[in-house]
C-alpha cells in the first residue's frame, strides 16, 4: 500500500467510526469538499501535512493518533 492509499484508508476509517460523511468531516475541518473528494477519489496523489492536520483537529484527535494506525506499518515507497 503506498502513502496516498493509507491516508484514504485512514481518513474513511476514521469517517466511519464516528459515523460522519465526508461533507460533515469537511464542515468540521474548514475545508472545501473538494480537498476531501481528491484524497479519496486519488486526485491527489500526495496530500500535505497542513490538510492532514486540519483534518485531524476536524475529528479532535492529534496528528500523532492519525498516523498510529497499522495502515501506514509497511508503507511502499513508490
Known amino acids: ?3 496516498q ?4 484508508y485512514r481518513i474513511l476509517n476514521l469517517c ?4 460522519i460523511t465526508l ?3 469537511a464542515t468540521l475541518s474548514g475545508m472545501p ?3 476531501l473528494n481528491s484524497l479519496i477519489d486519488g486526485t491527489s496523489k500526495n496530500p500535505t501535512l497542513l490538510t492532514i492536520l486540519r483534518i ?4 479532535n484527535i492529534e496528528l500523532k493518533d492519525f498516523f498510529d494506525d497499522k495502515v501506514f506499518f ?3 515507497d513508490e
Open 56 to 59: 485531524c483537529l476536524g475529528l
Open 16 to 19: 466511519n467510526e464516528r459515523q
Open 5 to 8: 492509499q493509507a491516508v484514504k
Open 74 to 76: 509497511d508503507l511502499d
Open 1 to 3: 500500500m503506498d502513502l
Open 23 to 25: 461533507n460533515k468531516l
Open 33 to 35: 469538499q473538494s480537498t
